[in-house]
């Protein structure tokens, strides 16, 4: 079974300054890894996903992450963020192959000071 | 707009009733996923539909059941409800039945158990 370990529940930061978001994956096979963000009130809405191929993933809104599979990781990273940045992230693992079954870190709340 | 549609939005109710909470997916999509989250136990995948069939099952209570219909709608039904049980229940489409397919999700529908 996988499981996925969001090193940070809150991250503060300030505006314009670059933020990562620490994701670990525990997985005996092979997975798939997603980011998804949740605004105030709002369903959840994919930010990028590893499939295979390019270890460094790029998403929507400046976003991008890079799978290391030695250290079972999926860091979620932004250059220089905007208030519009703030939202709870989640990062998501589902093994490739039988029936795909996503499983979700407790997320992040990243917040974005002036 | 991700297009999904889920009704109602909020649904206050008593312990030991009965709910049905209802989704409607994208244009297309043929697969539908039901998520619960809760403060206690985060996001959860529950189960997942694709053309009427059930394709992969999660953490899914006895007393909770779903299906899709011949029009792709989507239904869950919770019964002797709990105060646990009080949620945030997403459904999200894709078109595929796996998740290499981009998840839309709906904004939710929030359940209170009194």
């Known amino acids: 079974a996988q499981s996925v370990t969001q090193l940070d529940s809150q991250v503060p930061v300030f505006e314009e300054a670059p933020v990562e978001l620490r994701c670990n994956y525990s997985?005996?096979?092979?997975?798939?890894l997603f980011w998804y963000v949740q605004y105030p009130n709002q369903g959840l809405q994919l930010l990028l996903k590893?499939?295979?191929?390019?270890?460094l993933v790029k998403g929507i809104n400046g976003f991008e992450a890079e799978f290391n599979k030695s250290q079972t990781s999926f860091h979620l990273r932004k250059p220089s963020v905007h208030i519009s940045d703030t939202a709870e992230y989640f990062c998501?693992?589902?093994?490739?192959?039988?029936?795909?079954?996503?499983?979700f870190g407790q997320g992040t709340r990243l917040t974005i000071n002036p | 707009d991700s297009g999904v549609t889920q009704t109602p939005k909020h649904l206050i109710t008593a312990t030991g009733q009965r709910v049905t909470l209802r989704c409607s997916p994208r244009s297309g999509d043929l697969s539908v996923y039901w998520y619960q989250q809760s403060l206690d136990q985060g996001l959860q995948f529950l189960i997942q539909?694709?053309?009427?069939?059930?394709?992969a099952k999660g953490n899914i209570l006895e007393r909770f059941s779903a299906q899709q219909f011949p029009d792709l709608h989507s239904e869950l039904n919770l019964s002797s409800l709990e105060l646990g049980d009080s949620a945030l229940y997403f459904c999200a489409s894709s078109v595929g039945q796996t998740l290499t397919y981009e998840q839309y999700f709906g904004p939710g529908t929030r359940l209170t158990v009194t």
């Open positions: 590893y499939l295979s191929g390019s270890t």
């Open positions: 539909y694709y053309n009427g069939e059930e394709r």
């Open positions: 997985s005996s096979v092979s997975v798939y």
């Open positions: 998501a693992v589902s093994d490739m192959g039988g029936a795909q079954k996503l499983v």
